[in-house]
Protein backbone atom coordinates (compact mmCIF):
# COMPACT_ATOMS: atom_id res chain seq x y z
CA UNK A 1 0.00 0.00 0.00
CA UNK A 2 2.95 2.23 0.87
CA UNK A 3 4.91 1.48 -2.76
CA UNK A 4 1.13 2.20 -4.12
CA UNK A 5 0.92 6.08 -2.76
CA UNK A 6 4.65 6.69 -3.48
CA UNK A 7 4.46 5.83 -6.69
CA UNK A 8 1.29 8.24 -6.99
CA UNK A 9 3.39 11.14 -5.42
CA UNK A 10 6.07 10.20 -7.46
CA UNK A 11 3.53 10.51 -10.98
CA UNK A 12 2.15 14.08 -9.53
CA UNK A 13 5.48 15.42 -9.15
CA UNK A 14 6.29 14.40 -12.58
CA UNK A 15 3.30 15.61 -14.25
CA UNK A 16 4.27 18.71 -12.18
CA UNK A 17 7.43 18.95 -13.52
CA UNK A 18 6.57 18.99 -16.70
CA UNK A 19 3.57 21.29 -16.31
CA UNK A 20 5.93 24.12 -14.80
CA UNK A 21 8.44 22.98 -17.95
CA UNK A 22 5.72 23.66 -20.21
CA UNK A 23 4.36 26.84 -18.54
CA UNK A 24 7.54 28.78 -18.55
CA UNK A 25 8.36 29.69 -21.75
CA UNK A 26 4.70 31.40 -22.04
CA UNK A 27 5.00 32.68 -18.22
CA UNK A 28 8.76 34.28 -19.32
CA UNK A 29 6.96 35.30 -22.56
CA UNK A 30 4.13 37.32 -20.51
CA UNK A 31 6.74 38.75 -18.73
CA UNK A 32 8.85 40.25 -21.43
CA UNK A 33 5.68 41.61 -23.28
CA UNK A 34 5.51 43.68 -19.98
CA UNK A 35 8.60 44.72 -19.42
CA UNK A 36 9.75 48.35 -20.17
CA UNK A 37 13.22 48.59 -22.22
CA UNK A 38 15.46 49.61 -19.48
CA UNK A 39 14.15 45.97 -17.83
CA UNK A 40 14.33 44.26 -21.37
CA UNK A 41 17.95 45.74 -21.90
CA UNK A 42 19.59 44.75 -18.56
CA UNK A 43 22.17 41.82 -17.99
CA UNK A 44 20.01 40.29 -15.36
CA UNK A 45 16.46 40.65 -16.25
CA UNK A 46 13.94 39.79 -13.37
CA UNK A 47 11.28 36.99 -13.28
CA UNK A 48 8.63 39.74 -12.90
CA UNK A 49 8.46 43.26 -14.33
CA UNK A 50 9.60 45.99 -11.76
CA UNK A 51 7.67 48.39 -13.51
CA UNK A 52 4.74 46.63 -16.13
CA UNK A 53 4.08 49.19 -18.89
CA UNK A 54 1.42 48.85 -21.81
CA UNK A 55 3.59 50.52 -23.98
CA UNK A 56 5.13 47.43 -26.16
CA UNK A 57 1.68 46.33 -27.29
CA UNK A 58 1.09 49.99 -28.54
CA UNK A 59 4.32 50.13 -30.07
CA UNK A 60 3.62 46.68 -31.81
CA UNK A 61 -0.06 47.55 -33.45
CA UNK A 62 1.77 50.83 -34.28
CA UNK A 63 4.93 48.87 -36.00
CA UNK A 64 2.33 46.56 -37.79
CA UNK A 65 -0.83 45.62 -38.81
CA UNK A 66 -2.06 42.62 -36.32
CA UNK A 67 -5.34 43.07 -36.39
CA UNK A 68 -5.61 42.34 -39.87
CA UNK A 69 -3.05 39.46 -39.70
CA UNK A 70 -5.07 38.14 -36.93
CA UNK A 71 -8.04 38.61 -38.85
CA UNK A 72 -6.77 36.57 -42.25
CA UNK A 73 -5.32 33.64 -39.67
CA UNK A 74 -9.12 33.39 -38.31
CA UNK A 75 -10.84 32.78 -41.62
CA UNK A 76 -7.97 29.93 -42.63
CA UNK A 77 -7.74 28.25 -39.60
CA UNK A 78 -11.64 28.45 -38.98
CA UNK A 79 -12.40 27.67 -42.81
CA UNK A 80 -9.45 24.73 -42.70
CA UNK A 81 -10.91 23.35 -39.64
CA UNK A 82 -14.62 23.26 -40.76
CA UNK A 83 -13.87 21.59 -44.10
CA UNK A 84 -11.33 19.39 -42.80
CA UNK A 85 -14.23 18.07 -40.12
CA UNK A 86 -16.83 17.72 -42.67
CA UNK A 87 -14.38 16.09 -44.67
CA UNK A 88 -13.18 13.73 -41.83
CA UNK A 89 -16.80 12.41 -40.62
CA UNK A 90 -17.86 10.36 -43.43
CA UNK A 91 -14.55 9.38 -43.86
CA UNK A 92 -14.13 7.86 -40.67
CA UNK A 93 -17.50 6.58 -40.35
CA UNK A 94 -16.39 4.58 -43.79
CA UNK A 95 -12.98 3.44 -42.65
CA UNK A 96 -14.17 2.25 -39.30
CA UNK A 97 -17.29 0.79 -39.66
CA UNK A 98 -16.05 -1.28 -43.40
CA UNK A 99 -12.74 -2.67 -43.14
CA UNK A 100 -11.84 -3.77 -46.60
CA UNK A 101 -8.63 -3.91 -48.25
CA UNK A 102 -9.25 0.47 -49.53
CA UNK A 103 -9.93 1.08 -45.96
CA UNK A 104 -6.83 -0.79 -44.87
CA UNK A 105 -4.98 1.27 -47.75
CA UNK A 106 -6.44 4.59 -46.78
CA UNK A 107 -5.04 4.37 -43.25
CA UNK A 108 -1.52 3.28 -44.48
CA UNK A 109 -1.64 6.59 -46.26
CA UNK A 110 -2.64 8.30 -43.18
CA UNK A 111 0.44 7.22 -41.28
CA UNK A 112 3.23 7.79 -44.32
CA UNK A 113 1.54 11.14 -44.98
CA UNK A 114 2.79 12.36 -41.51
CA UNK A 115 6.39 11.32 -42.35
CA UNK A 116 6.35 13.97 -45.07
CA UNK A 117 8.71 17.11 -44.33
CA UNK A 118 7.27 20.38 -45.14
CA UNK A 119 10.06 21.32 -48.13
CA UNK A 120 9.11 17.73 -49.63
CA UNK A 121 5.70 18.82 -50.37
CA UNK A 122 5.69 22.81 -50.71
CA UNK A 123 7.20 22.86 -54.52
CA UNK A 124 4.16 20.06 -55.81
CA UNK A 125 1.80 22.03 -53.77
CA UNK A 126 2.97 25.89 -55.32
CA UNK A 127 2.19 24.41 -58.81
CA UNK A 128 -0.76 23.02 -58.53
CA UNK A 129 -1.70 26.31 -56.71
CA UNK A 130 -0.03 28.50 -59.57
CA UNK A 131 -2.34 25.91 -62.39
CA UNK A 132 -5.28 26.90 -60.39
CA UNK A 133 -4.57 30.45 -59.89
CA UNK A 134 -4.62 29.84 -56.01
CA UNK A 135 -1.01 31.44 -55.42
CA UNK A 136 -1.05 34.52 -52.53
CA UNK A 137 -4.82 33.77 -51.78
CA UNK A 138 -6.75 32.92 -48.39
CA UNK A 139 -8.62 30.05 -50.23
CA UNK A 140 -5.86 28.80 -51.56
CA UNK A 141 -3.83 28.62 -48.12
CA UNK A 142 -7.71 27.47 -46.95
CA UNK A 143 -7.04 24.26 -49.29
CA UNK A 144 -3.05 23.89 -48.13
CA UNK A 145 -4.07 23.48 -44.42
CA UNK A 146 -6.86 20.98 -45.29
CA UNK A 147 -4.93 18.96 -47.08
CA UNK A 148 -2.31 18.92 -44.08
CA UNK A 149 -4.90 18.52 -40.91
CA UNK A 150 -7.08 15.88 -43.21
CA UNK A 151 -4.82 13.01 -42.75
CA UNK A 152 -4.40 13.06 -38.82
CA UNK A 153 -8.14 14.47 -38.42
CA UNK A 154 -8.93 10.85 -40.18
CA UNK A 155 -6.99 9.34 -37.73
CA UNK A 156 -8.39 10.83 -34.78
CA UNK A 157 -11.82 10.77 -35.77
CA UNK A 158 -11.71 6.52 -37.20
CA UNK A 159 -10.63 6.11 -32.99
CA UNK A 160 -14.04 8.01 -32.23
CA UNK A 161 -16.51 5.90 -34.53
CA UNK A 162 -14.68 2.57 -33.71
CA UNK A 163 -15.08 3.25 -29.69
CA UNK A 164 -18.71 3.78 -30.43
CA UNK A 165 -20.66 0.35 -30.19
CA UNK A 166 -21.92 -1.40 -33.35
CA UNK A 167 -24.86 -2.61 -31.20
CA UNK A 168 -26.54 0.73 -30.85
CA UNK A 169 -26.79 1.03 -33.91
CA UNK A 170 -28.35 -2.34 -34.84
CA UNK A 171 -30.68 -1.53 -31.89
CA UNK A 172 -31.80 1.75 -33.69
CA UNK A 173 -32.55 -0.91 -37.12
CA UNK A 174 -34.29 -3.14 -34.86
CA UNK A 175 -36.63 -0.35 -33.96
CA UNK A 176 -37.05 0.96 -37.81
CA UNK A 177 -34.82 4.03 -38.16
CA UNK A 178 -33.06 3.76 -41.34
CA UNK A 179 -29.54 4.25 -41.52
CA UNK A 180 -29.47 8.23 -42.15
CA UNK A 181 -31.94 8.45 -38.87
CA UNK A 182 -29.25 6.35 -37.13
CA UNK A 183 -25.89 8.54 -38.09
CA UNK A 184 -27.99 11.49 -37.22
CA UNK A 185 -29.40 10.38 -33.84
CA UNK A 186 -27.47 8.06 -32.20
CA UNK A 187 -23.97 7.85 -33.91
CA UNK A 188 -23.14 11.42 -34.08
CA UNK A 189 -24.23 12.81 -30.67
CA UNK A 190 -21.61 10.42 -29.48
CA UNK A 191 -18.86 11.41 -31.98
CA UNK A 192 -19.42 15.24 -31.12
CA UNK A 193 -16.06 15.29 -28.89
CA UNK A 194 -14.85 13.63 -31.05
CA UNK A 195 -15.58 16.32 -33.69
CA UNK A 196 -14.95 18.85 -31.43
CA UNK A 197 -11.58 17.54 -30.50
CA UNK A 198 -10.64 17.42 -34.14
CA UNK A 199 -12.20 20.58 -35.25
CA UNK A 200 -9.60 22.51 -32.46
CA UNK A 201 -6.72 20.46 -33.60
CA UNK A 202 -6.78 21.54 -37.44
CA UNK A 203 -7.65 25.39 -35.98
CA UNK A 204 -4.82 25.55 -33.59
CA UNK A 205 -2.42 23.67 -36.27
CA UNK A 206 -3.65 26.43 -39.07
CA UNK A 207 -3.60 29.14 -36.49
CA UNK A 208 0.10 28.73 -35.50
CA UNK A 209 0.96 27.59 -39.26
CA UNK A 210 3.98 29.37 -40.49
CA UNK A 211 5.91 27.46 -43.75
CA UNK A 212 3.12 27.48 -46.00
CA UNK A 213 1.64 31.22 -45.35
CA UNK A 214 4.83 32.41 -45.61
CA UNK A 215 5.60 30.93 -48.88
CA UNK A 216 2.52 31.22 -50.86
CA UNK A 217 1.13 34.35 -49.51
CA UNK A 218 3.37 37.40 -50.99
CA UNK A 219 1.04 40.64 -50.15
CA UNK A 220 1.18 42.50 -46.78
CA UNK A 221 -2.16 42.92 -46.78
CA UNK A 222 -2.78 39.08 -47.09
CA UNK A 223 -0.59 37.64 -44.60
CA UNK A 224 -0.80 35.70 -41.45
CA UNK A 225 -0.21 36.55 -37.78
CA UNK A 226 2.50 34.23 -37.70
CA UNK A 227 4.47 36.08 -40.73
CA UNK A 228 3.97 39.15 -39.27
CA UNK A 229 5.51 38.84 -36.01
CA UNK A 230 8.88 37.92 -38.26
CA UNK A 231 8.80 41.78 -39.30
CA UNK A 232 9.47 42.29 -35.76
CA UNK A 233 12.99 41.05 -36.34
CA UNK A 234 15.48 43.38 -38.09
CA UNK A 235 17.36 42.37 -41.33
CA UNK A 236 20.18 41.90 -38.96
CA UNK A 237 18.62 39.28 -37.16
CA UNK A 238 18.22 41.90 -34.09
CA UNK A 239 14.53 41.37 -32.84
CA UNK A 240 12.36 44.49 -31.00
CA UNK A 241 11.94 41.97 -28.17
CA UNK A 242 9.32 43.99 -26.26
CA UNK A 243 7.09 44.70 -29.06
CA UNK A 244 7.48 41.17 -30.34
CA UNK A 245 7.02 39.39 -27.00
CA UNK A 246 3.77 41.71 -27.49
CA UNK A 247 2.31 40.05 -30.47
CA UNK A 248 3.42 36.75 -29.92
CA UNK A 249 1.50 36.88 -26.41
CA UNK A 250 -1.41 38.02 -28.60
CA UNK A 251 -0.92 35.61 -30.72
CA UNK A 252 -1.28 32.99 -28.48
CA UNK A 253 -4.54 33.61 -26.70
CA UNK A 254 -6.82 32.86 -29.24
CA UNK A 255 -5.79 28.89 -29.20
CA UNK A 256 -6.01 28.94 -25.00
CA UNK A 257 -9.12 30.46 -25.21
CA UNK A 258 -10.40 28.56 -27.79
CA UNK A 259 -9.47 25.63 -25.90
CA UNK A 260 -10.37 26.59 -22.50
CA UNK A 261 -14.10 27.41 -24.23
CA UNK A 262 -13.99 24.03 -25.76
CA UNK A 263 -12.56 22.01 -23.75
CA UNK A 264 -15.57 21.66 -21.01
CA UNK A 265 -17.80 20.71 -23.88
CA UNK A 266 -15.10 17.47 -25.21
CA UNK A 267 -15.44 16.44 -21.42
CA UNK A 268 -19.20 16.94 -21.53
CA UNK A 269 -19.69 14.82 -24.53
CA UNK A 270 -17.68 12.05 -23.27
CA UNK A 271 -18.87 11.38 -20.11
CA UNK A 272 -22.58 11.70 -22.13
CA UNK A 273 -21.53 9.43 -24.59
CA UNK A 274 -20.10 6.86 -21.93
CA UNK A 275 -23.74 7.13 -20.29
CA UNK A 276 -25.45 6.25 -23.31
CA UNK A 277 -23.29 3.50 -24.21
Do not use: C
Not at 122 to 142: D, Q
Not at 226 to 251: M, S
Amino acid sequence: MRTSATGRVGQYLALLAYLVFLAFPFLWLVSTAFKSPRELGSLRPGWFPEDPTLANFRQAFDEQPLLRAAGNSLLAAAGAALIAVLLATPLAYVMARHRTLLARAATGWVVVSQAFPLVLVIIPLFLVLKNLRLINSLPGLVMVYVVWALPFALWMLVGYVRAVPVELEEAAAVDGAGRLRTLVSVTAPLLAPGIVATGLFAFITAWNEFFFALVLLKTPEKQTLPVVLTHFIGAEGVADLGPLAAAAFLATLPSLLVFAVIQRRITSGMLTGAVKS
